[in-house]
């Protein structure tokens, strides 16, 4: 792994808590977030284009790793606007000074810059044409660092990200399974459930060959390998959790279509996204999704 610095911004998410983890505290890495109560995190405020711009002048890293984002995509039909900050303008600043400093710099994005139409997975050239606001934004800012950082900018489209903390469709289905004997869950939504720990794992993996000057800029997607519903992974997060004796209430799991739990935020039905391109550079697969699932809930602590 090269020892240039690195710059990691938005270390309280979910993708940001899995690279702090793989990258540990390295003396030569750095962190960022808008919450920096930790002594050894730097303030860093995404809706404030200038303060970043500033942050990176200032720090210089030769790599910029961006976890932070938008992400409640019902309420950005509301909050267009700070989710353009966010999502968009920030990225766009980012990738501005990235070039100014001949940085590399690497940003996360998703699936839902595509309108989810056909049964085909989505490829990195397929037409983009977001379906909400949320992937309004985030297709803007993977614009932004193509235009900007055409020869160091790197997009990873990722898509259901989720850990074993915080709020998100994993600890939600088993707190409800815990509660609930009878649930319904959407089955026509299809995509590939995929871990943080893979999203971190992978990203350094092509950090390597970004450095051996192996891997082109551009936008790749990063997901685990397969495809589910949302009512199929369910079905396996509780499969899972029987099998690790977590309690659990749930005997009813009944299928349903998006049109029955209608969101402010339409949803793309075909989230598969084709793994070619990253995997052919990397030399290796991607983790199928359930295995992914398997190896995260066996570090549960509960």
């Known amino acids: 792994m090269t020892v240039d610095k690195i710059l990691v911004i938005g270390t309280s998410g979910q993708v940001g808590r899995s690279i702090c983890g793989q990258l540990g505290t390295r003396p030569n890495v750095v962190y960022a977030d808008h919450n920096a109560s930790a002594s050894n995190v730097k303030a860093c405020d995404l809706a404030d284009t200038t303060a970043l711009s500033a942050l990176i002048l200032s720090e210089r890293p030769k790599i910029i790793i961006n976890c932070a984002a938008y992400t409640a995509v019902d309420l950005a039909e509301?909050?267009?606007?700070?989710?353009?900050?966010?999502?968009?303008?920030?990225?766009e600043a980012?990738?501005?000074?990235?070039?100014?400093?001949?940085?590399v710099l690497i940003h996360y994005s998703t699936d839902y810059v595509f309108d989810g139409s056909g049964s085909l997975p989505w490829k990195e050239s397929d037409k983009t044409s977001p379906v909400n606001a949320y992937g309004r934004t985030k297709l803007f800012g993977d614009e932004a660092v193509t235009k900007h950082c055409p020869n160091?900018?790197?997009v990873f489209r990722t898509q259901w990200v989720y850990d074993n903390d915080g709020k998100n469709f994993l600890n939600t289905m088993l707190r409800f399974g815990a509660e609930r004997e009878d649930?319904?869950?959407?089955?026509?939504?299809?995509g590939a459930p995929t871990t943080s720990l893979v999203i971190a794992e992978f990203t350094l993996k092509a950090l390597v060959k970004?450095?051996?000057g192996q891997m082109p800029a551009g936008i790749y997607n990063l997901v685990c390998r397969g495809e589910v519903s949302w009512h199929g992974f369910a079905e396996?997060?509780?499969?899972?959790?029987?099998?690790?004796g977590l309690p659990l209430k749930i005997r009813n799991l009944k299928k349903i279509e998006s049109k029955d739990f209608p969101t402010p935020a339409a949803r793309p039905k075909n989230s598969r996204l084709n793994l070619e391109k990253l995997e052919r550079v990397l030399g290796?697969?991607?983790p199928t999704w359930d295995a992914a699932l398997t190896h995260l809930m066996s570090l549960r602590k509960n």
Do not use: W
Request: glycine fraction near 6%; hydrophobic fraction near 50%; charge should be negative.
């Open 78 to 91: 509301k909050e267009f606007d700070l989710a353009m900050k966010i999502n968009g303008l920030a990225v």
């Open 94 to 103: 980012l990738a501005k000074a990235a070039q100014e400093i001949s940085a």
């Open 152 to 154: 160091s900018g790197y």
């Open 183 to 190: 649930m319904s869950v959407v089955g026509d939504q299809i």
């Open 210 to 212: 970004i450095a051996a």
């Open 236 to 244: 396996e997060i509780f499969k899972t959790a029987r099998e690790r």
């Open 284 to 286: 290796e697969n991607l």
